[in-house]
């Protein structure tokens, strides 16, 4: 089944639905990305016939669903009306009762429609207010219970790494950790206390590293899969425009 879709066609193949379109430049291969209402929108080289691009769908419809399912999972973690907070997409209630711009309550953000088109600039300011409340403090309990010391902590705007730790003791760490889960966070602090010990990545490093967070390739994955989204993060809110 299929229905014209403007530049593109979109079809349906077992109640799951996608576009297809025929690049007009050059291209070797199909490309997959998925659009903006979470379809998936498949682009093939301009000699490639309609009935093979089908063929390759159906060949491949599985693949594609589990691609279309995870871009699903990471839009529903960084929703256009959410905002993580130790991993949980909190939904964002504007509420004209409220006296001051940005708050939380315990299961949602609240905003102050007044203050709607600088959404992101409040969300990040409090956000790193409280990853600077959360994160020395945190750091502080492992430390003890890893019998280690550092010389200083430091929340920093960092745009590629979660964390360091230089050769004089001084651990920084980045403050969008706060959106990771909490023992997603536990598992790069340990990380960088553990350089404290094992200053590299050792096959003893990890070794230290597993005793206290025996599970830390599967937040060390989650970091990996989830990482990009935490950086480039951002609210959009219906009706209100880009801040």
């Known amino acids: 089944m299929k229905k014209q879709d403007s530049r593109v066609v979109v079809y349906t193949i077992d109640g799951f639905e996608f576009k297809i379109e025929k690049s007009k430049q050059y291209l070797k291969k199909v490309s997959l990305r998925i659009d903006r209402d979470g379809r998936a929108l498949l682009t093939f080289p301009w000699r490639v016939s309609e009935k093979d691009a089908l063929r390759f769908v159906r060949d491949n419809l599985q693949k594609i669903k589990l691609s279309v399912q995870s871009f699903s999972e990471r839009r529903m973690s960084i929703g256009n009306d959410t905002l993580l907070y130790f991993g949980v997409p909190r939904k964002i209630i504007i509420d004209s009762s409220v006296l001051v711009p940005f708050s939380f309550d315990t299961n949602h953000f609240v905003l102050n429609p007044r203050y709607a088109d600088n959404v992101n600039v409040l969300a990040r300011r409090w956000l790193i207010k409280k990853a600077e409340e959360y994160l020395p403090k945190r750091l502080m309990e492992l430390a003890q219970k890893l019998g280690v010391r550092y010389k200083k902590v430091q929340v920093k705007d960092v745009k590629s790494r979660w964390g360091s730790c230089s050769s004089k003791g001084t651990i920084s760490l980045n403050w969008r950790l706060i959106m990771a889960p909490s023992e997603v966070i536990d598992y790069v602090l340990i990380h960088e206390l553990a350089h404290i010990v094992h200053p590299n990545h050792s096959r003893y490093f990890w070794e230290y ?35």
């Open 209 to 243: 590293v597993a005793t206290f967070c025996p599970d830390y390739k599967l937040h060390r994955s989650w970091l990996r899969k989830n990482g990009q989204h935490l950086f480039n993060w951002s609210v959009k809110l219906d009706g209100v425009k880009d801040s």
